[in-house]
């Protein structure tokens, strides 16, 4: 079973809720369908209309009526709460000098991850760039893994040697986590590459934002990826900015869904997890059947593009305030489980309080976790085998402190005492 679809305690209680009045639906601003009264609703199929309609490039679109279910809807809630409240500990962590280097935060994106991780398994791959947190966690990471990584300790899924930028979960199909703009999509597509050739019949999703998308290797990857039909969803996370540049005057074409000409592509409102895992499951099984295609998620970061920036010089505080009012995709879910009787305000009050005791749990749990060994300075580098050794001149170049070695296997021979003493 999928994690991001968990039971919660809440599930079973939901039958014996109190009905809420139509009136409180309708003020919720979300249409309901159908969705029946059994003694197990957890499991019946609610059916709900995507926000927008799909706006399709080369392709037919699919249904806007998305199938759900009361256990998903809470799933997604518990979820996309946790990211905010991470990503919200994160700043903060960042901000008391505890968390060095860089950092992108993902609040308001939060519905991409959950909507692309409830339409894939972990077999299928995904693979990203530096704004990587929420998708790990996504993933199946843990809050303690992403802390510790941001502080650069040991119990980091990169034993805290990657930061921010370079989270990884090979185990659960996430390849990254990477710093160079756009350079994730070839890597992506090499990913699909294998699958195709080792039969796997799984897919690759190989997220970029909108800025990476004026890059020539992106056209590169396109092409190959359309000449050799690889099982590839490039997934073009549209929050409209890229590092302080508004998306009008960096792309002629913003219409990022149709840019990759004979790939066919989607516009999905990224802002509404069920439109999102309704367009990922449609991508996957096209992928496996022709080939490429292109997802565009219109979507909001709250958030300035990293930490270094405020995010109000090249926006308007209006602009954030009334994407938060209108789209954002926590309360998206909170009136659905609200307009479908699933659960009630303070259940889901409370599930806030719990995501808020996980958070800090997890953060005094990464503060315990010593930082690397010195020993790790050269771990993890290459490659075992398949690489170049870190010798004497690169040591003596970029570490004149460190003491002389000849090989890899020589500095890890030493007793780590004595390492950083000349
Ligand atoms: C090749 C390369 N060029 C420039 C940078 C500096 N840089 C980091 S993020 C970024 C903006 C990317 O914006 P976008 O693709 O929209 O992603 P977002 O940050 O909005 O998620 C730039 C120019 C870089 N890391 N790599
Ligand atoms: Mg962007």
Excluded at 222 to 240: G, K, Q, R, S, T
Excluded at 289 to 301: K, N, S, V
Excluded at 343 to 359: F, G, P, T, Y
Excluded at 414 to 420: A, D, F, L, Q, V
Aim: hydrophobic share 40%.
């Amino acid at each position: 079973m999928p994690p991001l679809r968990r039971l919660t305690s809440l599930s079973c209680t939901i039958s014996r809720l109190h009905r809420l009045p139509l009136l409180q639906a309708a003020a919720a601003g979300v249409r309901p369908s159908s969705s029946s009264a059994s003694s197990d609703q957890s499991a019946d199929t609610i059916t709900v209309e995507t926000s927008v309609p799909f706006l399709s490039h080369k392709c037919e679109p699919p249904s806007r009526v998305v199938k759900t279910t009361a256990d998903e809807l809470l799933g997604f809630f518990r979820d996309m709460a946790r990211m905010r409240r991470m990503e919200l500990a994160a700043d903060a962590l960042y901000k008391a000098k505890l968390v060095r280097g860089f950092c992108h935060l993902y609040d308001g994106q939060e519905a991409v991850g959950v909507g692309v991780e409830a339409a894939i398994t972990r077999r299928d791959a995904v693979i990203t760039a530096y704004r990587d947190h929420c998708v790990f966690l996504a993933r199946g990471g843990t809050l303690v893994e992403v802390f510790a990584e941001l502080m650069g300790r040991r119990a980091g899924c990169a034993k805290g040697k990657g930061g921010s930028m370079h989270l990884y979960k090979k185990a659960n199909g996430f390849y990254g986590g990477h710093g160079i703009v756009g350079a994730q999509v070839p890597l992506g597509c090499g990913l699909a590459f294998a699958q195709k050739y080792l039969k796997e019949g799984t897919v690759t999703f190989t997220i970029y934002g909108d800025g990476a998308a004026n890059q020539g290797q992106l056209f590169e990857a396109f092409n190959i990826a359309a000449l050799w039909d690889l099982p590839v969803i490039l997934v073009c996370e549209n929050n409209h900015y890229g590092m302080g540049t508004a998306e009008w005057r960096a792309s002629k074409n913003p219409a990022y869904y149709k840019r990759g000409d004979y790939v066919p592509g989607l516009k999905v409102d990224g802002m509404d997890a069920l439109a999102v895992k309704q367009a990922c499951s449609f991508a996957k099984e096209h992928a496996l059947r022709t080939g490429p295609i292109i997802l565009e998620m219109d979507t909001y970061r709250y958030h300035g593009h990293s930490m270094s920036d405020p995010g109000s010089t090249y926006r308007t505080r209006d602009e954030i305030s009334g994407v938060r009012q209108e789209r954002d995709p926590v309360e998206r879910i909170r009136k659905l489980v609200l307009s479908h009787e699933i659960a009630s305000a303070a259940q889901l009050k409370e599930i806030e309080k719990e995501v808020r005791k996980e958070v800090d749990e997890a953060i005094t749990q990464a503060k315990e976790s010593p930082m690397p060994d010195p020993s790790e300075l050269f771990t993890n580098v290459f490659v075992d085998g398949c690489g170049s050794e870190v010798n004497y001149f690169m040591t003596q170049i970029i570490f004149p402190s460190i003491e002389s070695f000849q090989t890899t296997a020589d500095f890890m021979a030493r007793p780590s005492e004595s390492i950083g003493k000349k």
